[in-house]
């Protein structure tokens, strides 16, 4: 079992920066390629970025590349969402999520696991 706990969603100034970290806990972090997904009030689940066990290879969605950036501490057991130039369309709850093998597109086939969730508000 892998429990994934996200922090540091809050109130952010919109084109500012905001970093987002999701803890494992367990001794398996580093068998999981991991992700982010966001889902905005009224809207479905988005895929933002994904990163390999290794953290040797990441993808970000379209909506989002250029201004985040995703990576990993496996000494930590943490993945972090690094957002730059934020937009009030970013305002959603962040979720991480855990899956055996790294998805290099924005279609995920499942996950194994998902965290509970963290809002962040993007005020124009």
């Known amino acids: 079992q892998v429990q994934l706990v996200e922090s540091g969603g809050g109130l952010v100034q919109a084109g500012g920066p905001h970093g987002l970290s999701c803890a494992a806990s367990g001794r398996t972090f580093s068998t999981y390629a991991m992700g982010w997904f966001r889902q905005a009030p009224g809207k479905g689940r988005e895929f933002v970025a994904s990163i390999s066990r290794s953290g040797g290879n990441t993808y970000l969605s379209d909506s989002v590349k250029g201004r985040f950036t995703i990576s990993r501490d496996n000494a930590k057991n943490t993945v972090y969402l690094q957002m730059n130039s934020l937009k009030p369309e970013d305002t959603a709850v962040y979720y991480c999520?855990?899956?055996?093998?790294?998805?290099?597109?924005?279609?995920?086939?499942?996950?194994?696991?998902w965290g509970q969730g963290t809002q962040v508000t993007v005020s124009s």
């Open positions: 999520a855990a899956r055996p093998t790294m998805v290099y597109g924005s279609s995920w086939p499942g996950a194994d696991y």
